[in-house]
């Protein structure tokens, strides 16, 4: 039988509320597993995505997904529920930003359930979603090449248990620094990144926002700098967007050894870079191949001395 290929992305979809000093935009196409999946999407290997949104999800947006060959048979419609709703107002310098709501919805009863032809998917990507949730992903897939988790504050601050249950199983625990702290209690980012070794995954990946992002291991330290821009229009999904380019490069070159890790890391660096460019996804709908080799090239130069 032909190796089964492809990457596995499990996330929220959602409908986004954002607010910016420049505009407002409301209910648009966004959640940890659309923009992880949209930017996986860009490397030419199958990408199925496991969430759930209500009735009121707007059929454009799934046609959408499936303009990428995103498969979404994992993907859940509950006929009577509401999909996932998250609102945030960004600062001035777009370093600061309020979460206005987070209604889960249809994600609080959601217990995925794998269809066949996802679970021998080699490229798992938990992002954002319950701990829980998660986990019972991991349960289900039958032995993945490289499990890899997102996390955030929300989920730290509710979950921190069940988070610590799942954070154990997995290969690759991305997260920003100030959730590195915030989950391990340490101030310095490189003894929160070793503390969080020590509860089972082989590497951590912090981002650092417009500081670029790092990857610490027992025995190897890579930092990777932010493509330099100048024009930000809404940071929303920038993480998830840098974890999708990530595992979609990843998935592409079948290889997990250090050298890869750090090519993956400047990729998802680089296609998060397009994704900040516009709202939603909009920026990465229009984004092309040739440019992401593009900047690609570019930050290699920006670090050769
Ligand atoms: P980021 O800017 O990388 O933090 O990602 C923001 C995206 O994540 C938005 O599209 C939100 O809808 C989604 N999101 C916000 N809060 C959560 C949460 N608690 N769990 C999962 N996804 C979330």
Known sequence: MEKMMGVLIAG???????????????????????????????????????????????????????????????????????????????????????????????????????????????????????????????????????????????????????????????????????????????SNLLRAARAILRYGPKRVIVKKGEHGAISITESSFFSAPAYPLTDVIDPTGAGDTFAGGFMGYLTSVGDVSEGSIRKAMIYGTVVASFNIEDFSINRQKSVQLSEIEARYQELQEAVRF
């Open 12 to 186: 929220t979809v959602t409908l986004d509320t954002v607010q910016t000093p420049q505009k407002q935009v409301e209910d648009v196409l966004g959640g940890s597993g659309t923009y992880a999946a949209v930017a996986a999407s860009f490397f030419g290997n199958p990408v199925r995505l496991v969430g759930v949104v209500g009735a009121d999800f707007p059929q454009p947006y799934a046609d959408f997904l499936q303009t990428r060959d995103i498969c979404l048979d994992g993907l859940k419609r509950v006929e009577n529920g509401k999909t996932f709703r998250w609102g945030g107002r960004y600062a001035e310098d777009f370093n600061v930003r309020d979460t206005l709501f987070t209604e889960l919805n249809v994600v609080v009863d959601f217990h995925p359930v794998l269809p066949d032809a996802y679970k021998e998917t080699p490229y798992l990507f938990l992002a954002n979603d319950p701990p829980q949730l998660q986990l019972s992903i991991i349960e289900q897939a039958s032995n993945p090449k490289l499990i890899v988790c997102d996390t955030m504050d929300f989920w730290i601050h509710e979950e921190r248990e069940a988070l610590k249950k799942t954070i154990e199983r997995v290969d690759i625990l991305i997260l920003n620094d100030s959730e590195a702290k915030l989950l391990t209690g340490e």
